[in-house]
Each structure stands twice: as C-alpha cells, then as structure tokens.
C-alpha cells in the first residue's frame, strides 16, 4: 500500500546560515566563530583560531561551532589558514537561483536560519542593521514568490563573537535580554511573512556533547564543565521562553518550535544496568530539554542529574514563570543516526564526528560513523509524541556521503535516494501509528559546509554545488538524481517513493 501524509504536509529541506550564505564580512554582518573556525576531516577536528595574550596565534581543537580558547586569548582570523564558513557555498548572493531551484523540487517549506551578526553585528547594538534586515525579507518575498513557508530558526550555533569573547557566551545572564532583543526585531520586521519559528538549535547539544569530550578532545568532562552547560541551558531555556511570549504577543499566529538533536538511545544488552543507563541517556540528552520548552518546568530527574554533577544552578525570580508561560507550540528535531548504550567494555566502537559508542550489528554504518537506522526514525517519532502531543517536524534528516560527479555532469546518488526512501517509509509508518507529523525538511536541499568537519566533501545536497575543501570551484548549481526522485515524492505527497 501506498504511503500516506496528511494533505498539508510540509516537504521541503534545511540550511543554516553560517554553512551555506558566505559573505562573512559583507554589508555590516558581524563575526561568529565559525568565521574563526578552521576546516577538518573527519579524521581531525576543525579548529578555532586565536591571539594569545602574549601576541601569539594559536588554535584550539573545536566541535564545529564551540572551542574554548585560553584566558587573555582573543578569537583572531589568521593568514595561511583556510575557514570554509567565509564562503561557504555563496548562497548570500545566490539566493534567488536556490530558492528557484527548491521551487522546482516542489518544496512547501524551506528551513533557513537568521544570522544573528547580520541583524546586530556586535549582538548588543543599540539598532539593528539594515541591510540585514533588508537581505532577509528578500529571502522571504523570493520564498513566498513560489509559495514555499519559510521555517526560521533564530539561533544556529551563532551567537555574535563579541557576546562570546566579551560576555562569556551564554554562561552570562545577560544574553537573554540581547536574544530577546533580537527576537523581538525579526518577529516584528518579518510579520505576514514567516509564520513558523524554531528558538534554539539542536539546544541539547550543550550537554550531550559534554559526552563526547574523550572522543574529540582526549579528555573526560569535569563536574565544572557540566556546571557550565547546565547553566547556560538554563539561560537559552528563559530566552527561548521569552521569545516565544513576545512572539504571541506580535502576532498570535506565530508558531514557535522547540530544535532537539535526536538520537534514537538502544541498550546494547538486556542487562538491566543496561536498561536504566539507557533511559537515564534519554532524560539527560533529549527529555530534559524537551520537557522544559513543552512542558514549562524542569522535570523530577532533573535534581538528580544535577546532583550527579554537583550542580547548582542560579535561578532568578521570574525564571520558572517564564518558562511555565513561553512552552512551544510544536516539537521539531534533527534525526540521522541511533546509538547503543552500555555499562560494559566494548571493544568494537564507532568513533569521531560527533558519533560514539558501541557498534550496532544490526546496522550498517556511512563513511562518518553514523547508523543508518529509519526504524529509529519510526521509533523515535512515537516515543516523543506519545510524550508531548504536541505536533512534530523533522527539520534535519540526511546522509553525508562523497559524492562523484559522473561524465555526463550528474551525481548518480541512488544511496542517498535509498536513504531517504527509508526514512519518508518510516515516517509513514509513525504517521499511520497515530503521529501528528507535520512536516519533513531534509538536510540539506543543497551542498553546504559540513558543521561537524568544515569539508565540502561530506555531502547532503540534493544540488551539487562544484567547491571543494580548499574553496575551489565554479560554485555551479547541478540537480542530482536525487533531485528528481525528490520531486516526484513531493508531487506524489510521499506516495510514490520507488
């Protein structure tokens, strides 16, 4: 029997600004520090770069968007180093030759972030740019030329470099009132023209990477570390809350989403340590930001994954009212990979690019480590509605893969098109199974710097964008196979997916 979505449904695919628009240094945008941040492989890190306080330059092995430089240092740009964020993939001044594209696919929903430095380059100016303000409302008129819903995410690993360098990021409080800020300019500038909003990208990132420390940077987290993330969740969770107040307040059509990174969590035996350290994993990585932007309030574990780390966290008055009055309206996530957890020795382990743990043999695993699993998918889509009843996207769902242009010009991506293929089945699935599933933005529509390793060679795209991991090439726009198998999923409304 044929796949069947709902008649509504949203098919369309995501960017994030700082991976695909470029123009680092154009028209008034402000640095963040992926413009600091060196590219990799997926063998070695990227890296954030700097001038000590000495004078020195120097570098800090990075996870893409988040590296601690030293005390004294200032984030610096350094000769003779390449940041594949300056360019990106151009899309600043290319826009109009995406969108179009996207339009031919048959999108109905293009997810895109708003650079934060774009609007208040410092992050605190007294006013915002305009021509900040002025490339994104065409952004959005372009969208809305080809009837495609623009799904906005506020924040997507940018915070402006002043905020990080001078500020401390968001360990200091006073983010939230600049986030607000800013907030409150887009909802305002870009009324009758957005409709969707997401707060905060993958937000659970602050604490579930803190598990991968030993991977990427050669050490276990301290209880100082977790003390830190603990408490700038906390921050992004009361601005996130006030976003989505001022938001209602704008205009009550507005839809705010929450953003989770979704990993699907298996215990790797039936051993019942295994068992609770699993559902443990679920509370600490996804639920514990989940149920704070759904529900409005810290859950009952929350004291004790505190108390694990010696936490204390500093929570003002007025904080829990806001977080009680700000819960999102729908729950969207990024979904690629599963991961098994376990209390025993693994010998056999998958490693690197933000992926971790024991090996899964039921699984087959892509060039980065990740686990193709559409079962998870399935898994993950029931679980979660079953938790929230609220309705659901999925904003990021794709596989990085080199890709080879063939000699007639095209990338014959048939691996792709089978993932994807598994992916919208098992979407299905959940749907049938009672889940309100309201829209599919696959990661991403087109070539863009990889987050996780800066390389141009770790494609999503269902567009072929000719630039390679030193920044050469023509830039060109080429559909791939997928492209077409895409499309014709979209004008069959998931039905035809073969």
Not at 16 to 40: F, H, I, K, P, S
Not at 120 to 148: H, M, W
Not at 163 to 173: A, D, I, K, M, T
Not at 190 to 218: C, H, P, Q, R
């Amino acid at each position: 029997m044929a796949n069947k979505f709902p008649d509504n449904f949203l098919w369309g695919g995501a960017i994030a600004a700082n991976q695909a628009e470029g123009a680092y240094n154009e028209d008034g945008r402000g640095l963040v520090q992926t413009d600091v941040t060196t590219g990799g492989t997926k063998n070695s890190p990227r890296y954030t770069t700097y001038i000590d306080k000495d004078g020195k330059p120097g570098k800090v092995a990075s996870m893409g968007h988040a590296g601690v430089i030293p005390e004294g240092a200032t984030f610096a740009v350094l000769e003779d180093h390449y940041y594949p964020n300056h360019k990106a993939v151009d899309f600043y001044h290319r826009y109009k030759e995406d969108i179009k594209l996207f339009a031919e696919m048959g999108y109905s929903v293009f997810r895109l972030s708003i650079s934060w430095a774009r609007i208040f380059p410092n992050g605190n100016d007294e006013t915002p740019n305009q021509a900040g303000l002025d490339f994104y409302r065409s952004v959005f008129e372009e969208c809305r030329k080809y009837n495609i819903e623009p799904l906005v995410s506020i924040w997507h690993f940018d915070t402006p470099l002043n905020l990080e360098q001078n500020y401390g990021g968001w360990s200091n409080r006073k983010l939230i009132d600049y986030y607000e800020k800013f907030a409150r300019t887009i909802f305002n500038e870009y009324k009758g023209l957005v409709k969707y909003w997401l707060t905060f990208n993958e937000i659970n990132n602050t604490v579930m990477f803190l598990d991968m420390l030993s991977v990427i940077a050669g050490h276990e987290a301290t209880d100082e570390e977790y003390q830190v993330a603990y408490q700038q969740l906390h921050h992004q969770f009361v601005a996130s809350a006030r976003a989505v107040q001022a938001a209602k307040e704008i205009d009550p059509n507005y839809q705010l989403g929450c953003m989770i990174c979704g990993i699907t969590n298996y215990p790797a035996t039936c051993d019942p340590a295994d068992i609770l350290a699993t559902e443990h994993a679920w509370e600490r990585n996804l639920f514990y930001c989940g149920d704070v932007q759904v529900k409005g309030k810290y859950p009952t574990y929350a004291k004790r994954l505190w108390k694990e780390r010696n936490v204390t966290l500093d929570i003002q008055e007025g904080d829990l009212e806001d977080l009680a009055k700000g819960t999102v309206d729908m729950y969207t996530f990024s979904y690629y990979m599963s991961a098994l957890v376990t209390t025993h020795k693994v010998d056999d382990k998958v490693g690197g690019n933000f992926s971790m743990g024991a090996r899964n043999e039921y699984l087959t695993y892509s060039e980065w480590g990740w686990a193709e699993d559409p079962t998870g998918l399935q898994y993950f889509l029931e679980k979660i509605y079953d938790r929230y009843q609220v309705p659901l996207m999925v904003v990021e769902n794709g596989l990085g893969a080199q890709d080879v242009v063939g000699e007639d010009g095209v990338v014959h991506d048939d691996y792709r098109i089978n993932y994807h293929r598994n992916h919208v089945n098992a979407m299905a699935k959940a749907i049938d199974n009672g889940v309100d599933l309201i829209a599919y933005t696959t990661w991403g529509c087109i070539d863009i710097v990889s987050a996780g390793t800066g390389e141009m060679r770790k494609r999503y795209g269902f567009i072929y964008v000719d630039m390679d991991d030193e920044g050469k090439g023509t830039l060109e726009r080429t559909p791939k196979d997928s492209f077409h198998w895409y499309k014709k999923v979209i004008a069959s409304n998931g039905a035809d997916v073969d």
